[in-house]
């Protein structure tokens, strides 16, 4: 099923302008779904903007998801506790232009 949606997914990016990647900062960044989506957003040369999510925790780790993907802007954010999101709409401004 992950997988259908993945290729779901990948059907809509010819629509978008630029892509926020959320992933969980608590959690290895490298698995099948991450490295295909962001495959299929380099070669459509899209702005990406990788959202390092759960910073609230203490196991969270940005610069381990800044490291496996260096080539992506990566804004570490807690969604829950509301910790980075101006730094994220800073990016957004910078990079969705």
Do not use: C
């Not at 959320?22 to 957003?41: C, E, H, K, R, Y």
């Amino acid at each position: 099923e992950a997988t259908e949606g993945v290729i779901e997914a990948i059907k809509w990016l010819d629509k978008v302008d630029g892509v926020l990647l959320v992933m969980d900062s608590a959690a290895d960044p490298f698995n099948q779904i991450n490295v295909t989506l962001l495959g299929n957003l380099e070669a459509r040369n899209l702005p990406t903007i990788i959202v390092a999510n759960k910073m609230d925790l203490d196991e969270a780790s940005p610069a381990t998801i800044r490291d496996a993907f260096p080539q992506h802007h990566t804004i570490p954010v807690s969604a829950l506790a509301g910790y980075g999101m101006d730094n994220l709409y800073k990016a957004m401004l910078k990079y969705f232009r």
